[in-house]
């Protein structure tokens, strides 16, 4: 791997700070363990120690003795190894997030000016007064959901293609009926799928809560479109209305024009698993409806952001 990457990446651990160290853990000793690991010899097994780590060290709630992420993570890898080899060109999926995510510690690392946006924004007390205070930690925690489970719902865009590809082929003879069998991939109850109820603070804490958050009611949303909207309106400085307008109207294109867009569908999955566990623990509610919901939502962008929102309120890429 290049000599340069390999220094970023190092040089991001060793500034690192991960909170829960302070009270007798070694989460950093062994995630940077598991990361250098990859580096040198980057493999299936390698790629599943970074996901291991990481995902213990983040747990939300009572650890158990199966980590239902890292169960999400090794269907994926099933799917991509028996379903990915019928179609062409499939590429892998289960490393490509362990270097996405060792990119963006590089890359944050390295550029000054990166690094400064996020910390403006991130670690702004006025609007996210609960954000880590530990060095790079809010940064690595973020950036680690959002790329290792950027493409958790790709089995769903393989299944549809899967489908259309022998479609085409039974379709292919005789020649004059080709194309004529279309077929169409539905997930249906979407909107009862993406419906996530205000987690509302312990009651032990609601005052404080509601003296650091006091458009708490207005600003977390109770469905995921709202809050991806949410998130999006804020970094980008739109209007929540016409983003929440856009997204539910992206959703309708996917229906109509028979294609599933990936990004879209693995930041739903995140925000309902982390809805669950943070709603069910009685964690701050805060911890869901910012640091998740901008992992979020950057799932989400991946695609859309190209795709979508850069043309429908003319940014800039």
Not at 119 to 125: I, S, T
Not at 270 to 294: C, E, V
Request: hydrophobic share 40%; proline share 4%; with cysteine.
């Amino acid at each position: 791997m290049e000599e340069n990457f390999k220094k970023y990446v190092i040089s991001f651990l060793e500034k690192l700070e991960i909170y829960e160290d302070f009270y007798n853990k070694e989460y950093k000793k062994i995630i940077s363990r598991s990361i250098i690991n990859f580096i040198e010899l980057p493999t299936v097994d390698s790629a599943y120690t970074v996901y291991e780590t990481f995902f213990t060290a983040y747990w939300i709630g009572t650890q158990r003795k199966e980590n239902p992420f890292l169960k999400l993570i090794e269907k994926v890898k099933r799917f991509e190894e028996l379903g990915g080899r019928l179609t062409p060109n499939q590429r892998d999926h289960f490393l490509h997030s362990v270097f996405v995510f060792l990119l963006g510690l590089g890359i944050y690392e390295q550029n000054c000016n990166y690094r400064a946006s996020f910390e403006r924004y991130a670690l702004n007390k006025k609007s996210y007064p609960d954000s880590y205070d530990t060095k790079y930690e809010e940064f690595f925690y973020r950036w680690g959901i959002a790329s290792l489970f950027h493409d958790i719902a790709y089995p769903l865009e393989i299944t549809l293609k899967q489908i259309n590809r022998y479609a085409n082929f039974i379709c292919s003879y005789p020649e004059i009926d080709a194309q004529s069998l279309k077929v169409k991939l539905q997930l249906c109850n979407l909107e009862e799928f993406t419906k996530l109820p205000l987690i509302k603070p312990n009651p032990i804490y609601e005052e404080g809560f509601s003296s650091k958050y006091p458009s708490y009611e207005e600003k977390f949303h109770s469905d995921a479109m709202a809050i991806l909207s949410e998130s999006i309106a804020f970094n980008f400085n739109l209007n929540f209305n016409d983003v929440n307008k856009k997204i539910r109207r992206f959703v309708r294109d996917m229906d109509e024009g028979n294609f599933i867009d990936h990004g879209f569908y693995s930041s739903i999955i995140i925000l309902r698993w982390y809805h669950y566990l943070i709603n069910s623990t009685s964690w701050n509610p805060a911890y869901f409806y910012i640091p998740i919901a901008d992992a979020a939502s950057a799932i989400f962008l991946h695609n859309y952001f190209e795709h979508g929102l850069m043309d429908s309120f003319k940014l800039v890429s």
